[in-house]
């Protein structure tokens, strides 16, 4: 008995694979048939079906969905505007930077953020009632309007600081945060000299977003005195900042240094998505050549 079990076993085990070898091959064509079967049925019906305009053959929504990615991203890009950068020719007029024997001040880097805030909500612009340039004021700018680009904002005085790099020692200005920024070195509004107002474009309130968009012509206000400073657009010039020799980023700086004329310079940054130039403003008191 303990020889023969062994052989029982293995006669027991051989028989599902024996059955598998005769069965397989019949149990596959019935397969074949009633898939072949159904699909000829399947077809059939839906052939009648859209001969009676009962159904509709779509394309599947991943080929929709890919047709036309690629047109709308074309037409939603935004193109940068364009402006002509103007040469400076002569010092110290309301066209030209100024010329002074001061230290140059370049300008405090702007970091830009990996997702762009959305822009800020305005309130509407107040009226200003148009009139004489006032007298040279005795107290800081304390609200900045600009209609054409709808800016209504406050004005905080901004220090600044030394940074040697090099054989340079480098002044650096604050940037106010949700607020323009006047540089309490510059001229108060109205006194002879370079008033300068900063802000930033892409964070922290972006006050001056669309600097850039300011034409000649166009008017700014600033308060101070409890008094309207009316300006009025002379010049808007892009100057490179990034990837520039220092001596010209130095050279970009004289138009914030003081000046012997009674003029306003904004400056921001552009464009809104990387930042390499500078945006300068130059305006005159309204009524002034």
Excluded at 104 to 120: G, K
Excluded at 143 to 170: K, M
């Amino acid at each position: 008995m303990g020889e023969l079990a062994p052989l029982v076993v293995r006669q027991r085990s051989a028989s599902p694979a024996l059955w598998a070898a005769t069965l397989g091959p019949l149990v596959a064509a019935v397969t074949v048939f009633s898939l072949l079967t159904w699909q000829t049925l399947r077809g059939e019906a839906l052939t009648q079906l859209e001969a009676a305009g009962l159904v509709e053959t779509v394309a599947p929504p991943q080929a929709l969905a890919s047709a036309g990615t690629a047109d709308v991203a074309q037409e939603n890009r935004p193109e940068p505007p364009r402006a002509e950068v103007a040469a400076p020719d002569s010092p110290d007029e309301p066209g030209q930077p100024p010329s002074s024997g001061a230290t140059p001040a370049p300008f405090v880097p702007v970091r830009v953020p990996e997702t762009p805030a959305p822009a800020p909500t305005l309130e509407p612009t107040p009226v200003v009632t148009p009139g004489p340039f006032p007298p040279a004021a005795t107290t800081p700018p304390t609200q900045i309007l600009i209609p054409a680009i709808q800016v209504d904002a406050p004005v905080v005085s901004v220090g600044f600081y030394y940074v040697r790099e090099g054989p340079y020692l480098v002044r650096y200005y604050e940037v106010a945060e949700y607020a323009a920024g006047w540089h309490e070195d510059s001229a108060l509004p109205g006194a002879p000299g370079n008033t300068v107002i900063a802000g930033h474009n892409n964070v922290k309130g972006e006050v001056f977003r669309d600097l850039y968009k300011l034409e000649p012509g166009d008017m700014v206000y600033l308060n101070a005195d409890g008094r309207w400073y009316p300006y009025r657009v002379v010049q808007k010039l892009l100057l490179r900042e990034v990837g520039v020799p220092p001596e010209q980023q130095f050279e970009n700086a004289r138009w914030i240094a003081p000046t012997n004329d009674v003029r306003l310079t904004l400056v921001s940054c552009w464009p809104y998505e990387t930042n390499t130039h500078r945006v300068i403003v130059v305006a005159v008191p309204d009524g002034t050549q």
